[in-house]
């Protein structure tokens, strides 16, 4: 006889997840990850935002499994179908509904032991306190640092945001977390709820004339590398493991659709380290505050083919007094320090970009390639294509090519 529980078709999944930002993309990946590795399902699937209410077709869809994000404009109309249905909402209460999201006192935790690995000793959150992850992530941001035996200030937005975390107003929200920051002692160890506030942290120390990471250091979470990279300077951020969350759910959904007794309902997935950028890059602690202004300066504007005479004019000493205070306080000259940045910054973009050798070379102060490729041989001990190869652990792609 047939075994009734065999399927003669795929199971037909809805996959109601937020495509508009990279939380929810790296979800999707994680759901496709699994579909690779077992039965092919019929997803269906579209372009999404939080905001986004149930779309039309859902309601009386007849379908095998549900895989969303219960957001409260929509969560009815999914749940009201009756078929298995896999959660993915980070403010999910418990209930009967098997649920998978990130481990938020985990990123809290991860949070702080990255600031304060800096040797920072003075710490503040900023978040949203209508949300249950943010609450979760400051919580035990806070009580990593109480641990320690360091306090942590506490802002929250001024004005209610949206369920979608827009906010009434960015200028009037900046301006008022500017004044906090000012108020501040330094330097200081921010953490954000998620990216997006962390560039608007990045924005109000502008405003404030505050040195990141020198006086403050910010740091975000999601690791939304748009957001990230758009950011000035560049935000470091705390990794979620987006994709495994996907990976889980979809693994959860299938056994449920199977009715095999699945190992857990609830699971909260641990982050899987920091992406570091310039918002935490806390070289080293300097004692001479011209020094600092040049290496800041350095940092800020090594891709410009910048010499010692701009660093020089930028501090407003002379070149000579500057050198002896380069070598007295750090061992090395100034043209040393430019190299060593223009290289980071290269090491960057060979690892993080497909941009061709002369692309690199040219946005990192090098006039050709060829400049680019020796000086990185001789400070590294290999041209620049091995270390991308290498550093990628896979062929290096046609982009690689001068």
Known sequence: MTDPTIRKTAPHVAVLVETSMAYGREMVRGVAEYLRESDPWTVYFEHRSLQDPAPPWLEGWRGDGVIARLSPQFSDVVLNLGVPTVDLDDQAPEGDVPNVQSDHEAIGRL???????????????????????????????????????????????????????????????????????????????????????????????????????????????????????????????????????????????????????????RLKVAP????????????????DPVVNKALRFIRERARENIGV????????????????????????????????????????????????????????GYSHAEYLGAAFHRAVGMPPGAFRRQGRGATAPAAERP
């Open 272 to 287: 899987v380290g920091v992406a570091v950028r310039r918002s935490t890059c806390i070289a080293r602690e300097i004692g």
């Open 111 to 265: 949070g702080f032991e990255h600031l304060r690995e800096l040797g920072l000793s003075r710490f503040a959150f900023v978040g949203f306190d209508r949300f249950d992850w943010s609450i979760r992530r400051r919580e035990a941001f806070a009580a990593a640092a109480l641990a320690a035996g360091f306090a942590c200030e506490e802002y929250e937005s001024e004005r209610p945001v949206s369920w979608g975390h827009q906010q009434p107003s960015w200028e009037a929200e900046t301006e008022a977390l500017a004044r906090w920051l000012t108020e501040r002692p330094r330097p200081v160890g921010v953490m954000a709820c998620n990216d997006f506030v962390g560039v608007q942290v990045l924005d109000a120390c502008r405003r404030a004339g505050l040195a990141v990471p020198e006086d403050v250091a910010v740091l975000g979470v999601d690791d939304d590398v748009v957001a990230c990279e758009l950011a000035r300077p560049s935000l470091s951020s705390v990794i979620p493991d987006c994709r495994r969350i996907g990976y889980e759910a979809a693994s959860l959904l299938h056994a449920i659709m199977e009715r095999r007794p699945p190992d857990r309902v």
């Open 309 to 364: 005479d701009d660093v020089a004019a930028h501090v407003e000493i002379s070149r000579s007094v500057l050198q002896r205070r380069f070598r007295a306080v750090l061992g090395r000259t100034i043209h040393g320090e430019i190299a060593e940045a223009r290289l980071n910054l290269a090491k960057r973009l060979l690892l993080e970009t497909d941009l061709t050798l002369s692309e690199v070379a040219a946005r990192c």
